[in-house]
């Protein structure tokens, strides 16, 4: 069993950056690839990255072109989205969720655990 807390959410302008954590409880956090995902209101849950078990691959959505980047720190249990260039499209509420065998997924029903969600909401 895994817990995720997401945390680092809030208000920011556009053009800003932030970045969220995730972070596990259970000591096989770093067995599991990893991904984030985001939900706007009044539209469906979509990929945003995704990172390999190891931290040495990762996947994003096209959409991103570049802006976010997402890491990971087994040794702490803690799973990063550093958000830059942020617009007011990116104002969603932000999931963190670990999958017990699938790496690289974009698929939501890939993923076993999640976190309750951190709500960025990015100002013009």
């Known amino acids: 069993q895994v817990q995720l807390v997401e945390s680092g959410g809030g208000l920011v302008q556009a053009g800003g950056s932030l970045r969220l954590s995730c972070a596990a409880s259970?000591?096989?956090?770093?067995?599991?690839?990893m991904g984030w995902f985001r939900q706007a209101p009044g539209k469906e849950r979509e990929f945003v990255a995704a990172?390999?078990?190891?931290?040495?691959?990762?996947y994003y959505a096209d959409f991103l072109k570049g802006r976010f980047t997402i890491s990971r720190d087994n040794a702490k249990n803690t799973v990063y989205l550093q958000m830059n260039s942020l617009k007011p499209e990116d104002t969603a509420v932000y999931y963190c969720?670990?999958?017990?065998?699938?790496?690289?997924?974009?698929?939501?029903?890939?993923?076993?655990?999640w976190g309750q969600g951190t709500q960025v909401t990015v100002s013009s």
């Open positions: 990172i390999s078990w190891s931290g040495g691959y990762t």
């Open positions: 259970g000591r096989t956090f770093s067995t599991y690839p």
């Open positions: 969720a670990a999958s017990v065998s699938h790496s690289g997924s974009r698929l939501m029903g890939e993923y076993d655990y």
